[in-house]
């Protein structure tokens, strides 16, 4: 998983036609005790529901951002365009849409962690493919406001201004790894510490950046033992375990492409992180860490072959993929397995080798309930067509006995003709 980006925007002069028929003139009053306070220019256009635009100077430009307060989630703010917000503010309210499960009985706690700051840790032994936090963000915002001619860190203090106190406080609260001397704000620096990715419910395939009080403290490891996936159907980001994780151990997210080679890793984890990694793979003996970089380098190289999208290359051949599979899997790359088990399944069918169809194909359907969850709506579609309940095909999956793949056989020439 690469963790959340920030990309630069400036003002243009295009008039926005959100604003036609608004009344902007009302001021926000600032909350007690609060620590941040909506800038002069910030202008309450809506009440009920509570929405506020940033900043009345940048009225008329394509920039202009507005801040949505969720009446049901008053510990969260969106920010976004007037039009997107409208959308957003119809679906949240809809009645189906529950809270989502939270992390009451934790398996995890958060404590001090030599070297690194704070850190999550197992509290109990964790099964993989388990889902170990769901949180809703306390911050969303769309893509591309880092910097909003002119309003810098107080934009970000009028888009905290709205929440309560103590969400302006766990924001606060996260870490900032940026240098003091590099001019970024209290504000934007957590945001390029901790910045998740959060898809949008009105556009799933949209990328816009979170902070969560609990998620954004998983530190970084070149083989994690957790995953970060966001829920547009739920509107929460999770951590699921991508294997079993003992009492006690860390739990690790990858913030960087994880099939680049070592030295290629920590210049990226210096440069936005600003640590120098040294977790066990990066500390591999250097006989171990070249074997290592050439498994990562030969799947990489793949994946450019692959260009980003699903369709394999003509020269790509199922024993080649067979092979990188093999490499993942020696190096604990999920992510990477996850999509070489589709290519695998796709050069299988290619070459009519059905009973490897199948194998890739509930392998597949294995690593998406892994990294999304076994409630993921994906899921759920590929478990009906083998045939199975999905809470059927996790307990095939959990029951720790090998994977019979010749019982899907059946179950997936009919799901195909249904
Ligand atoms: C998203 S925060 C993770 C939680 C953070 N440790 C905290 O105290 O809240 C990212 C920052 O944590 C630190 N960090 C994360 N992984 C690390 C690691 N493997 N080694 C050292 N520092 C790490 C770096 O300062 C990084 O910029």
Redesign the pocket.
């Known amino acids: 998983m690469k ?1 959340g980006f920030l990309k630069t925007e400036k003002a243009s002069g295009a008039r926005s036609r959100s604003f036609n028929n608004l009344n902007l003139t009302t001021s926000v009053v600032p909350l007690q005790n609060a620590p941040f306070n909506f800038s002069p220019f910030s202008r309450v256009i809506s009440r009920d529901p509570y929405i506020v635009e940033a900043d009345d100077r940048l009225r008329g430009s394509d920039s202009v951002q507005f801040l949505f307060f969720p009446s049901n989630i008053p510990t969260s703010v969106f920010v976004d365009t007037l039009k997107n917000i409208h959308t957003f503010e119809k679906w949240i309210n809809q009645a189906q849409r529950t809270p989502p499960p939270n992390s009451a009985a934790p398996a995890f706690a958060i404590r001090g ?1 030599a ?6 840790f197992a509290q109990r032994a964790i099964r993989r493919g388990e889902l170990i936090m769901a949180e809703r963000p306390v911050y969303v915002s769309r893509p591309g406001i880092s910097t909003i001619a002119n309003s810098g860190e107080a934009f970000y203090e009028s888009a905290l201004a709205g929440l309560s106190p103590d969400a302006q406080r766990s924001v606060l609260a ?2 900032n ?1 940026q240098p003091p001397d590099n001019g970024v704000g209290a504000i934007l620096g957590r945001l390029h ?2 910045a998740l990715v959060a898809k949008p419910p009105f556009d799933p395939s949209a990328r816009y950046l979170a902070l969560f009080p609990n998620l ?6 070149c083989t994690p033992n957790s995953h970060y996936s966001f829920s547009s159907e739920t509107f929460t980001g999770r951590i699921l375990a991508v294997r079993a994780i003992e009492e006690g151990e860390e739990l ?1 997210l990858g ?1 960087v492409d994880l099939v680049a080679p070592r030295d290629a890793r920590r210049v990226g ?1 210096r440069e ?8 066990p793979t990066c500390e591999l003996p250097e006989e171990k860490l070249l074997v290592s970089d050439a498994k990562r380098r030969v799947i990489a190289a793949y994946f450019a072959r692959l260009g980003g999208g699903t369709k394999i290359p003509a020269d790509a051949s199922l024993e080649e993929v067979k092979q990188l599979i093999k490499h993942a899997e020696d190096d604990g790359l999920v992510e990477a397995l996850s999509i070489l088990v589709v290519s695998a399944l796709r050069l299988a069918k290619k070459a009519k080798n059905h009973h490897e169809e199948i194998k890739y194909v509930v392998d597949g359907v294995n690593w998406m309930r892994i990294l999304e969850g076994n409630d993921a709506p994906g899921f759920c579609v590929m478990a009906k067509r083998l045939g199975m309940e999905p809470e059927e095909l996790v307990e095939v999956f959990d029951c720790g006995e090998p994977i019979d793949y010749a019982r899907f056989k059946e179950l997936l020439e009919r799901g195909r003709k249904e």
């Open positions: 963790r962690c070297g690194k700051g704070l850190g999550v996260l870490r790894a510490t901790n954004c403290r998983l530190n970084h490891d690790t913030y984890l936005k992180y600003h640590f120098e990694c040294t977790c």
